[in-house]
């Protein structure tokens, strides 16, 4: 059971890295586009994502596996990075610059979702999941998803539809 416990800890760090990430570009976004939308629908996102985290890290504890701080230090440089490649010195528009952040976004709540799902596989097999309701996290998920496209849809029309 180490070689597994071992793989599950990287594979929940990896996570955490991202969820860092995820945070970062939440916060980037309800900055910058909380102007433009209703900053409680991004505000209210962005703290879904902290809560995630804080669920990811309690988790980590629960198997006796520690963060990797390098990890956690990768997550915010993609996190920065992904500042740059939606910056608007790149795009030439702001609303093309918030609506590739949304995307990138999307994309890491999708991938926190497989996270969720892959771990209602493997529930019955690590007693320290299972008073974790996975299934909320993975409809919370869901939610959070439906309301970035809400706002990613946004920023398309704001792109390319002319007004």
Known sequence: MADTTDALSIYLNDHLGGANAGIELARQLEQRAGEHLDPAVLTELAEDIEADR???RSLIGRIEASTHPVKQLVGWIAGQ????????????REDLSLLLQCEMLALGIEGK????????????????LADVDLDRLVDRAQQQRTRIESV????????????
Request: glycine share 2%; hydrophobic share 45%.
């Open 54 to 56: 804080d669920v990811l």
């Open 81 to 92: 990075a992904q500042r740059l490649a939606a910056n608007e010195l790149l795009t030439g």
């Open 113 to 128: 979702r497989a996270l969720w799902e892959a771990l209602v596989e493997i529930r019955p097999d690590y007693p320290e």
């Open 152 to 163: 990613r849809r946004e920023f398309a029309r704001r792109s390319f539809v002319p007004s």
